[in-house]
């Protein structure tokens, strides 16, 4: 198993998810739906749902592009305007990662230059308004994957900027910091996960993510295998490895998105990404995380929008899917027993 560059295999997962063919009438009706009047470059401009705001940005990936972010609440209604995110003596910004707070503030982890040579790792935080309320270093720490607690603690999943003469520096791979950006604590050492590459970075089997609900962080590492769950302060409670679908042909599935409900049941999009031409019939499908089991369970029944309606957040009792172009749907959440259920 090795690791790939940015604009490899999920980035194909994620034009699958965008320009495959919509539901047909048979499909299952959302409990509601939601237009938002914007459409990204699934390339350079990643969407989701998050604490129950639709954020979009732009990630800044070329010198000069200031990095853009837009969102709006669960009723369609903008919140954000396209707001660049302009630092004070900023020669260039990428942002690699972002999520929304339950007030709909806006966490973005970025890359910033303050010459073409001197870069440095940093979280910040956008207010409703356009605000920029702090930008906080972060120690050489680049986050590639966030989530915000209803505490307001923020989680970033990531990798150290490591010195060319240590290669085999070891480091936490997840950072947990309050809400003004400052460091609480740090989990999960890379040398753990038992693989020679950074868990925490793009591989063929999908991009790491970090998901979290009022009681539990979950911290999926698909290179790599592992599943990690945390408690809100930090403490490992439990590890396994866990491996990703296949599709008939073997084809290892990408992990596309990954979401958890408040009751702490993970769910996630998985897809085997055909090149142009293949006649390999499409693999995609959402599964739910059977713990007891170290597997992801299928749940063919939420497969009937066909790629087109992926997996882009969760909210309440419901999961958040594309139901049209520009559309979202709620689609209640399968029943699961409670005894299944991790408090």
């Not at 305007?81 to 003596?89: E, H, V």
């Not at 979950?218 to 403490?235: F, I, M």
């Not at 999961?319 to 520009?326: A, D, N, T, V």
Request: glycine share 8%.
């Amino acid at each position: 198993m090795r690791p790939v560059t940015l604009l490899a295999a999920p980035v194909v997962a994620l034009l699958w998810l965008c320009c495959a063919q919509p539901c047909s009438a048979s499909d299952a009706a959302p409990l509601r739906t939601v237009s938002i009047p914007v459409d990204f470059d699934p390339l350079h401009s990643p969407d989701g749902w998050s604490n129950g705001f639709w954020v979009g940005y732009k990630r800044g990936l070329a010198p000069g592009q200031l990095p853009e972010f837009r969102t709006f609440d669960r009723d369609g209604n903008e919140v954000l305007r396209a707001t660049p995110l302009s630092l004070p003596g900023a020669y260039h910004t990428v942002v690699h990662a972002a999520a929304a707070t339950r007030d709909g503030d806006v966490i973005a982890s970025a890359e910033v230059w303050s010459s073409p040579g001197e870069k440095a790792p940093a979280l910040c935080k956008i207010s409703r308004s356009g605000e920029v309320l702090f930008v906080a270093r972060t120690d050489k720490f680049i986050g590639r994957s966030l989530a915000v607690t209803p505490d307001g603690d923020i989680w970033s999943l990531g990798s150290r900027l490591r010195h060319p003469l240590d290669p085999k520096q070891d480091y936490e791979v997840l950072e947990r910091y309050d809400a003004t950006g400052k460091l609480k604590s740090r989990a999960l050492l890379r040398s753990s996960f038992g693989v020679k590459f950074d868990p925490a970075i793009l591989h063929d089997f999908g991009e790491p993510r970090v998901v979290a609900s009022a009681t539990r962080v979950g911290v999926v590492s698909p290179g790599a295998r592992a599943w990690a769950e945390l408690s809100p302060t930090g403490e490992v409670l439990d590890r396994f490895t866990v491996n990703p679908p296949a599709a008939p042909d073997g084809s290892v599935a990408e992990l596309a998105r990954l979401v958890m409900s408040d009751d702490n049941e993970v769910y996630a999009y998985f897809v085997v990404a055909r090149p142009a031409g293949s006649t390999q019939a499409p693999f995609f499908g959402i599964y739910r995380f059977e713990r007891s089991a170290h597997r992801w369970a299928p749940l063919p029944a939420y497969s009937l929008l066909g790629s087109f309606g992926g997996l882009f957040g969760i909210d309440g009792n419901a999961l958040i899917r594309r139901s049209g172009c520009c559309t979202y749907g709620w689609f209640p959440l399968p029943s699961v027993e409670s005894a299944s259920l991790v408090r």
